[in-house]
């Protein structure tokens, strides 16, 4: 596995983001403002990811053994269109008819109590003239560490909480290697990302480890 290029990572999420949201039309001054507006959900929410991990509140549905990790209509999410998904929230930008659609599936989203979910129309065109930008924000009830990085207590006991759950269904256990990007999110490196530190992903990958060496998810699968 490569050594995580957080730069690098940050510039490639934030043109992907640029593309999609960006609008083609309007003027200069309109795609100005867009863009303007994506920085500012940058320094906000925390750079562009690819997916969340899969103890985040914003995918932590421990309901079965399917899991997605960016917001699903499997979790209660409705109407999202032309999304794009940050650290600590995400911005969708549904047609008009959709609006109250999104807003009223992310108030009835139940999350684990560490956190609150919100969605706010902001006047901000993004992604065209003809769409509503709605952020949706994942509003932690604890500081967050230096880098928006979550810190190590809270990230380990959301990780246990989803993930222990599923010993009732499981037939096998899945080594940390197969696991790193469900734990640590995308993108990430060998033992750091967006969302955890190196002192977090470490102390996760020991835990991980006793877990499945307890057997408790069944044999582990190589």
Not at 113 to 133: F, G, Q
Not at 174 to 181: N, Q, V
Request: aromatic share 10%; glycine share 6%; hydrophobic share 40%.
């Amino acid at each position: 596995m490569a050594v995580f290029r957080d730069e690098e990572a940050r510039e490639r999420g934030f043109e992907h983001a640029k593309r999609i949201l960006i609008p083609r039309e309007g003027t200069p001054g309109d795609r100005k403002k867009a863009l303007e507006a994506l920085q500012d959900l940058v320094d906000e929410l925390g750079p562009v990811v690819d997916s969340y991990p899969s103890w985040h509140p914003l995918v932590a549905q421990p309901d079965g053994p399917i899991s997605f990790r960016t917001p699903h209509a499997r979790y209660g999410y409705e109407g999202l269109d032309h999304t794009i998904f940050f650290a600590h929230g995400f911005v969708t930008c549904p047609y008009p008819h959709a609006v109250e659609k999104v807003i009223s599936s992310v108030e009835a989203i139940k999350v684990p109590d560490v956190a609150t979910l919100t969605a706010e129309c902001i006047d901000s065109p993004l992604y065209s003239t003809a769409t509503t930008t709605i952020v949706v924000r994942c509003n932690w009830k604890q500081p967050l560490d230096p880098g928006k990085l979550v810190p190590k207590r809270l990230a380990i006991g959301l990780m246990l909480d989803t993930e222990i759950p599923h010993w009732h269904h499981a037939e096998v256990a899945e080594t940390w290697e197969t696991m790193r990007g469900h734990f640590l999110g995308e993108p990430h490196g060998a033992r750091s990302s967006f969302f955890v530190s190196q002192e977090t992903a470490m102390a996760m990958k020991r835990i991980w480890i006793s877990l499945i060496e307890s057997g408790v998810f069944g044999p582990v699968y190589h």
